[in-house]
């Protein structure tokens, strides 16, 4: 994958020498202006009967008067969203990208190769797909109303009532949806390395991802943990191996397929494991008797003697999880499968803070400052 990177580089080098303040390729990008964007990665590649270019990422940067930080951080949106997750908020408040420009830290946001600013091309990329509304109002925003899983009813926290139709604030939230790249495993495969010529750009950072973009973090910092000096997963991607969906009543979730969704536990593309794997099938993977809590459910990990991650080891990370967030049944798991493998990731889970209330779109709901606020609190005692 870097290889596909660095030569995606030198293909566009054009795009990204013209960006402002990059005179020095040798050197680390840094901001000398408040906002700008630029491009990193991609390669020229035929198209039918034309060349187009493919494999690009957009990055769009915010920067304090005075950088107080150690280490930038780069803001990494989930499934059919783009970086305005991070720009503003429905209901018109200042978004993350702000709060962490004002706390000191060069902010970069990033739209997925594939996806908004960077370019779609179906031709390039394969079948695309898009969320409906059904789903984000009864598992992402409005979920107090479907109560499909049992933390459901504690939702309270998006802006203006539950978000379905007809609340402002969703409808706002719903016309930022895009297209997506229909195959999880080829957004991994363009992503990763787009984030890791970004970074090899930027120098050092902080990696924040959210819900699908949890599988770009874990990759990026087994691949390159020298550039990536901590690693906030907001939700990542989950559960461990298979994927679920929620019913609710009794037996409020099923696994959706036999097939594992994330062959390598908590990614699509290979792991570097100890002992290392040569295919997903070296992995055995047992489903516990019992959830770990109440309301959670039954996780799926390695068999023991479980094998390793040392390079996520090396990548100080936390698990951030929202008290009425569906991923609240499932972000143990992840857990649980990086504990065993020796990674042991901190928790943040938000209503032992105080923080109540909060779904999956955290960075949108009324309270986002305050939850960035305690991310902020956490990376400040992990990389200082």
Not at 239 to 266: C, H, L, N, Q
Request: with cysteine.
């Amino acid at each position: 994958m870097r290889t596909f990177a660095a030569a995606g580089a030198l293909a566009l080098l054009g795009l990204a020498a013209a960006c402002p303040g990059h005179a020095d390729d040798t050197a680390p990008f840094r901001p000398t202006q408040p906002a700008g964007y630029f491009f990193v990665g991609g390669h020229y590649q035929a198209a039918k009967d034309k060349t187009v270019a493919a494999g690009q990422m957009f990055v769009e940067y915010r920067a304090p008067a005075q950088i107080t930080q150690p280490y930038p951080i780069v803001l990494v949106h989930g499934t059919a969203q783009t970086g305005t997750n991070f720009l503003g908020t429905p209901d018109g408040r200042p978004g993350w990208a702000d709060r962490f420009a004002a706390k000191g830290f060069a902010t970069y946001v990033i739209d997925q190769v594939g996806r908004g600013r960077a370019g779609g091309d179906a031709e390039a990329y394969g079948p695309y797909a898009r969320l409906p509304v059904e789903d984000l109002e009864t598992v992402f925003t409005g979920q107090e109303r479907s109560t499909l899983y049992p933390q459901a009813k504690l939702h309270t926290q998006w802006p203006g009532g539950p978000g379905v139709r007809g609340n402002a604030a969703f409808d706002q939230f719903y016309l930022s949806q895009v297209p997506y790249i229909a195959s999880a495993l080829k957004s991994e495969e363009l992503v990763d390395p787009a984030l890791i010529a970004l970074l090899e750009k930027i120098g050092p950072a902080i990696l924040l991802t959210h819900s699908q973009a949890g599988v770009f973090g874990w990759a990026v910092s087994d691949q390159r943990p020298d550039l990536v000096k901590a690693h906030v997963a907001v939700e990542p991607n989950g559960p461990t191996f298979y994927d679920i969906r929620f019913k609710g009543g009794t037996d409020w979730y099923e696994r959706v397929s036999e097939a594992r969704a994330r062959p390598y536990g908590i990614t699509r593309v290979p792991l570097h494991f100890e002992p290392p794997v040569s295919s997903p099938a070296d992995l055995t993977v047992v489903q516990a008797d019992t959830p770990a809590r109440p309301d959670q459910i039954r996780c799926w990990l390695q068999a023991a003697p479980a094998r390793t991650l040392p390079n996520l080891a090396k990548v100080p990370a936390v698990i951030v999880t929202a008290e009425a967030s569906f991923r609240a049944t499932m972000d143990d798991c992840t857990a649980a499968f990086l504990t065993q493998a020796g990674a042991k990731p901190d928790r943040l889970a938000l209503a032992e803070h105080g923080i109540r209330g909060n779904g999956h779109m955290m960075m949108l709901e009324s309270n986002s400052d305050q939850v960035a606020d305690a991310i902020i609190g956490w990376i400040e005692q992990r990389t200082r």
